[in-house]
């Protein structure tokens, strides 16, 4: 297991730029591959940023452009820069370990919620 907490989240301005932060109690590597997940009331949760065990990143396009995802190896943790916020990006935002070293894992945090207010 790789306990992951995740905070940043809370009330913001439409325009506003939050940073999320996913930190992993186990410590984070390049050998790490973690996502930023996103679910908005009703909806399907989706991904919406991705960075790999060889520190490739992929957005949804949804959100290219204003999102940035990026690790942080000596704190053990994984940020989500939020731009621009849009009232549409009003979810609760999970990260995830999805693969450490060449072993597939399933490893959830426990969520923080983002409301835009327009």
């Known amino acids: 297991q790789v306990p992951l907490v995740a905070s940043g989240g809370g009330l913001a301005q439409t325009g506003g730029s939050p940073r999320l932060s996913c930190a992993a109690s186990g410590g984070i590597s390049d050998s790490i591959s973690v996502g930023w997940y996103r679910q908005a009331p009703g909806k399907q949760r989706e991904l919406v940023a991705q960075?790999?065990?060889?520190?490739?990143?992929t957005y949804a396009e949804s959100v290219k452009c204003r999102l940035t995802i990026s690790r942080d190896n000596a704190k053990n943790t994984v940020y989500l820069q939020m731009n621009t916020l849009k009232p549409e990006d009003t979810a609760v935002y999970y990260c995830?370990?999805?693969?450490?070293?060449?072993?597939?894992?399933?490893?959830w945090g426990q969520g923080t919620q983002v409301t835009v207010s327009s």
């Open positions: 995830r370990v999805t693969q450490i070293g060449g072993r597939l894992v399933n490893y």
């Open positions: 960075i790999t065990n060889g520190s490739t990143t």
